[in-house]
Structures are given as C-alpha cells and as structure tokens.
C-alpha cells in the first residue's frame, strides 16, 4: 500500500537556475490544490540537517514565477553525504510529519535524494533544474531554454564590436562536460566555430577553419567555447596559440560565466516548471517515488533517479552537421 501523504517539503539543491522559483510555486499550489500541507525547505539538504522549514501556501509564493534564482536559497551540504547527517535530516521530517521530498536540482542533489530513500525508505521526487541539460530523461531541463536567450543576447553584443574592430572573439560559456549550450548558443549567434567536449577538434583544424574563414572574406570570427572543452588547458590557452600561429587577428577573450545562470525565466521555462511540479505532486500521491519528472515527446514522463543520475546525455548529431554548413 502507497504511503498516505499528507504533508510534503520541497528544497532546491546545487547550482541555481532560471525557473527554480517556478518551480517552487508550482509543487506549493498543487499541493493547495489536492489539501496537502506544504513546507520549504530552505538551503538545500543543509537545511534538512538543521530543520530550516517554513509553512507555505499558495498565498506564500505569488508574485516568484518572473524571478532568476531560488526564494528557498541553495547550499552545498558536506554533512549530507555522510549517515550522521542524513540521519539528522530524517529526523527533523518525522517530527515535522513531512510524509514526502520534492527535490530540485541536478545530478548530484538526485544523487542525495536516492540515497536517502534508500536508507529511510523516504518518498522522493525529483524536478531537473540545471542550466547544463546534461540530465538522462528530459529533452529540457529547468534553466536551459532562459541561459540560451542569455547567451544568444551577449554573443549578438559581442558580434558588434567584434565587426567593428575585425576582431577575433573566444566566448566561454558554462558546459562543464557536456556541449549542449556552446552548440545551441552557436548556432543561434552565427559562430564561426563551436567546441565543445563531445568533439575535438584540434588546434591546428581550428587555425586551418578560421583561415578558411577569412579567406572566404570574413573579417571578424566568434568561436563559442564550452567550459569542459578538451582542446587546450583553458580558454586563454586557445588565444595564446591563434596569436602565435595567425596573422593579422586581434584576438579577444569573454568568459560569460554566472551571468547565464541568473535572470528571468524564459516563457518555456516558467511552462516548463508549473508542468513538472505539478506532475512530482501528483506522482508522489499514486504512490510513485524515487522518479525524475521530465519532458519527453512533449509529455510529462517519469524516469528512475538511477537512470538519471548514471545516464550520459548524447550531443545532437544533427545540429552538429548544421553547425558546420552554416560556418561555410
């Protein structure tokens, strides 16, 4: 028999992203909507250890859904990782009568959240949120779609003054291991080349494809670089190398960095999130636990934390086809 529920907490955890807030209200209104009590929990698996609830209700999270960030704040938890801890966390939810644990976060917050319905057979519910989109189970994941605008809208500022000058402009954007924003974000902004850590593409091809670039009659070039990109040792790495083995270049860095983690969520990610919180609520009611909410064939589908968590997330061979006829 399916736990009763009757009370459940939700928390963000690891990185912040756009939607996270979204996503909040969305878990707190459905739980108003099926007579459930709701509690936040305020940084993170560190606030579970301490018992940092708060009583929310629908009225508690109006005016969220436009906001970057997380009105429930966000912290990395070493306590968390070890039995004292999530021992202590499990605690504090009995004596608040929390009967269930939504979780927003990436890998390693799902990470936290199987271990501990492992250990205390505890209801869990997963909602993606990371900018990366490097979670198995859902073609977006929270954040994504509003760090792409992001990013499209500083490479078009970055163009300008890269025309002016006929200038060279390395662009670092957030992509720890995987290629998923570099590739889109290029695309959208006309980059010349896009690396990413799925392809490498050499040093010598780079300075071979930028020549061919310029002899084409290009005078100013934009390459997207993503953060885990494998080709040097570091973005100013790559610009040290085009200096010494090209002429008539001046080579520019911009590292984008947690700019593209803030801001208002985009139209998509504020759809997004009201659709996966109110999936986790309902999920968590029939009885379901230790799922990730996702966004697969445009429906709302669950996917094990397991598989979330171990899988790889694959690179779209078509848009690298696409990258590579539009650079011509």
Request: charge should be neutral.
């Amino acid at each position: 028999m399916p736990k009763t529920i009757k009370k459940l907490a939700v928390l963000t955890s690891g990185g912040d992203s756009p939607g996270m807030n979204a996503a909040i209200r969305s878990v707190v209104r459905a739980s108003a909507y099926h007579n459930i009590e709701c509690v936040g929990v305020y940084r993170g698996y560190e606030g579970l250890i301490e018992g940092d609830f708060k009583e929310m209700n629908a009225r508690s999270v109006r005016g969220i859904i436009n906001k970057g960030g997380t009105i429930l704040k966000s912290a990395r938890s070493k306590e968390f990782r070890t039995k004292e801890g999530r021992q202590k966390a499990f605690d504090n939810m009995v004596e608040a009568n929390i009967d269930a644990l939504v979780v927003i976060g990436g890998d390693g917050s799902f990470t936290g959240a199987l271990i501990f319905n492992q250990e205390f057979d505890f209801p869990v519910m997963g909602i993606p949120g990371t900018i990366d989109n490097d979670i198995v189970g859902t073609t977006h994941t929270l954040g994504f779609d509003t760090a792409l605008n992001t990013v499209v809208d500083a490479i078009d500022k970055i163009r300008d003054t890269a025309s002016s000058h006929n200038r060279l402009f390395f662009v670092e954007v957030m992509g720890r291991d995987v290629g998923h924003i570099a590739l889109n974000a290029g695309i959208a902004g006309g980059a010349e080349e896009i690396l990413i850590p799925e392809e490498n593409l050499g040093l010598e091809r780079l300075v071979d494809s930028l020549n061919r670039s310029r002899k084409s009659g290009k005078t100013s070039s934009i390459v997207i670089v993503a953060e885990g990109d494998k080709i040097g040792k570091n973005i100013f790495q790559l610009k040290d190398y085009v200096d010494e083995n090209m002429e008539g270049y001046d080579v520019r860095v911009s590292v984008l960095g947690h700019m593209q983690r803030g801001g208002s969520p985009s139209c998509f990610d504020r759809v997004l999130a009201s659709r996966m919180g109110v999936k986790a609520v309902e999920s968590l009611l029939e009885g379901k636990t230790n799922y990730m909410v996702g966004l697969l064939n445009s429906k709302m589908e669950l996917t094990p934390l397991e598989k979330a968590i171990k899988g790889k997330t694959k690179i779209n061979l078509e848009l690298l086809r696409v990258s590579d006829i539009m650079s011509t």
